[in-house]
């Protein structure tokens, strides 16, 4: 085991962020909530996974992520460096928290926000995720029945 991997247990997909045996730091990549401490053996009976099952899984393309644009490419950049420091310090509680607020302040943005913004770079270790690209489901073919009832609503 080592540091980014990823594991599933139970239909929950766990990354490794840092290891001090007998602790673990992970992150739920499902449920996207903040890192925890866990014992090392947690994770014994689970199965390694790589980072294509792990974007399968969570239903991002990063390939999208492909051609961003500069100013697509400087936001991402911008949002990145609003937890860089933090990303250092995942692993010491107390720094973290420190810097945590320190971040809050200095890009006057709300704690929800840079824990979110935090997460999804956790989950994912790659700074395109920040760049929000629209996906859009297929519409579906009308059936004749939906078809007369908006031609009805408009008459």
Request: hydrophobic letters at 40%; aromatic letters at 12%; one cysteine or more.
């Amino acid at each position: 085991m080592k540091r980014n991997d990823l594991f599933l247990k139970n239909d929950i997909i766990y990354r490794v962020l840092y290891i001090d045996e007998p602790k673990i730091l992970i992150i739920d990549c499902v449920k996207k909530i903040m890192p925890y401490w866990i014992h090392i053996k947690f994770l014994i009976d689970s199965k390694q996974i790589t980072e294509d099952e792990l974007l399968e899984a969570t239903g991002i393309d990063l390939d999208a992520f492909k051609c961003l644009s500069l100013e697509e490419q400087a936001e991402a950049q911008r949002l990145w460096n609003s937890i860089s420091n933090i990303v250092l310090f995942i692993h010491k509680d107390s720094e973290r928290k420190m810097i945590f607020k320190a971040c809050c302040e200095e890009y006057h943005v709300s704690r929800d926000t840079i824990r979110k913004r935090l997460v999804d770079y956790l989950v994912y270790q790659n700074i395109p995720i920040f760049v929000k690209k629209v996906k859009y489901k297929k519409t579906k073919e009308l059936s004749d029945d939906e078809k007369n009832f908006v031609n009805f609503n408009y008459l």
